[in-house]
């Protein structure tokens, strides 16, 4: 089955920079990644994703680019503000697979 | 717009009880899908659900079931609990079974096995 691999588990960043989530996948028959925001007590809430036609996909401050070759995807987000602050997932899904696939998430800190 | 629904909120059971939890898709979503989030981790799958029929299933024991309604709700079953079965359950719902089609999860239902 897929396994998703997500890097850092936390990441602080200060207000105003960017911040860089990466994960990989291992199923190489996956065609659709999602990326989820949730907040402490929250549900998980789709902010941005990307299909394996696509190479990048923007929106707003928000960005994801994919490298199917590589197998790996990462979430970019720039100009970095304190309602950042979340637990943030990644996602697969795809080939004979029934669900998404999460990664273990990474905590987000924008530091003020 | 409604999201999803889920109920109940939060639920206390006893080791080897059974638990139903509820869901309800959006409006005009067809398909139902749920999730265990044990803190600190990522969701997992459980099910998956379209046109009452199951789709898929994940690496849960059969003591995990589900069924879906005409009304595409659905419940989720858990028989002879466990105090590992403690987690948030998540529903998502989507128009259809595929990867093609954005899930979106409900508030969660969150449970505790004493």
């Known amino acids: 089955g897929e396994n998703v691999e997500q890097h850092p588990s936390t990441l602080s960043v200060q207000e105003g920079d960017s911040a860089v989530i990466k994960c990989t996948y291992s199923?190489?028959?996956?065609?659709?990644f999602p990326w989820y925001k949730q907040e402490l007590g929250k549900r998980p809430q789709l902010i941005i994703d990307?299909?394996?036609?696509?190479g990048e996909k923007k929106d707003q401050r928000i960005a994801v680019t994919l490298n199917k070759t590589a197998k790996h995807f990462s979430l970019h987000i720039t100009e970095t503000q304190p309602e950042d602050s979340a637990v943030y997932f990644c996602a697969a899904w795809g080939g004979g697979a029934d669900g998404l696939t999460f990664g273990k998430g990474t905590h987000l800190i924008i530091q003020p | 717009d409604a999201g999803v629904t889920q109920s109940p909120t939060h639920l206390i059971k006893t080791r080897g009880q059974q638990v139903t939890l509820r869901c309800s898709p959006i409006s005009g979503h067809k398909s139902v899908s749920w999730y265990q989030q044990v803190l600190g981790q990522g969701p997992q799958f459980i099910f998956q659900y379209y046109e009452k029929e199951e789709r898929g299933r994940g690496n849960f024991p059969d003591r995990f079931s589900a069924r879906q309604f005409p009304n595409y709700s659905s419940e989720l079953n858990v028989n002879a609990l466990l105090l590992g079965d403690s987690a948030l359950y998540l529903c998502?719902?989507?128009?259809?079974?595929?990867?093609?089609?954005?899930?979106?999860f409900g508030p969660g239902t969150r449970l505790t096995v004493l």
């Open positions: 199923d190489s028959a996956s065609n659709y």
């Open positions: 998502a719902s989507s128009l259809g079974p595929s990867s093609y089609n954005e899930q979106f």
């Open positions: 990307i299909r394996s036609n696509v």
